[in-house]
């Protein structure tokens, strides 16, 4: 990943010691990619086992104490060792298994208030809704801060700002000519 070889060093490289950087990220969807081990209840089964994420641990509150939550079977489990838990196990263990709902619906969850599943039940969990993307993950365990601009307002989105300046420029100056455009591209990449 590039942000964590090669942005964050070549900060902290620049600044040194005790500097803390701001990454203002957009929303693009490559930004709001999980790590492999997230809390994300699209890559459970609702049953132990089979073709499910290994993920981290999750928690949920009990008698207003944080209780941690593996969601794997120790490996000194009696029948299923290192495996995956699923919905319904995590759901059980924290008490809130509806054993008078499906485990998902057929097809996407069709409410937003009322519980229509048990996957919908798991998704709206705090661990689960607290669940941060890989580059959010990432530049925060680095030590460094990060904040989403806003989805759909380009014009507080400053990446945006710039790049309709190159557009603008590029337009201008090129006379609408694609061979300038290129000439000029491939210059500044053998220059850089």
């Known amino acids: 990943m590039q ?8 900060f902290e490289r620049a600044h040194g010691a005790g500097y803390q950087a701001l990454f203002l990220i957009d929303n693009s969807q490559g930004h709001s990619a999980y790590g492999e081990d997230a809390l994300v209840i699209s890559r459970m089964n609702i049953k132990p086992g089979g073709r499910q994420a290994r993920m981290c641990n999750g928690w949920f509150m009990q008698g207003g104490v944080k209780v941690h939550q593996p969601m794997i079977y120790p490996i000194n489990h009696p029948d299923l060792p290192e495996t995956p838990k699923g919905v319904k196990a995590v759901l059980m263990e924290c008490g809130l298994w509806q054993p008078k709902l499906h485990g998902k619906c057929e097809k996407a969850c069709k409410s937003n208030e009322d519980a229509c599943c048990n996957k919908w039940i ?6 689960f809704a607290e669940q941060k993307s890989l580059v959010q993950e990432t530049i ?16 507080l989105n400053f990446i945006e700002f710039f790049w309709g300046m190159v557009k603008k ?11 300038y455009i290129r000439d000029l591209a491939q210059g500044q990449l053998t220059n850089n």
């Open 3 to 10: 942000l964590k070889n090669k942005l964050i060093p070549a």
């Open 122 to 127: 798991l998704e709206r969990q705090p661990d």
């Open 140 to 155: 925060e365990a680095a030590g460094h801060l990060c904040l989403f601009l806003l989805k759909f307002h380009c014009e």
């Open 169 to 179: 420029y590029l337009c201008y100056d090129s006379e609408g000519r694609v061979s």
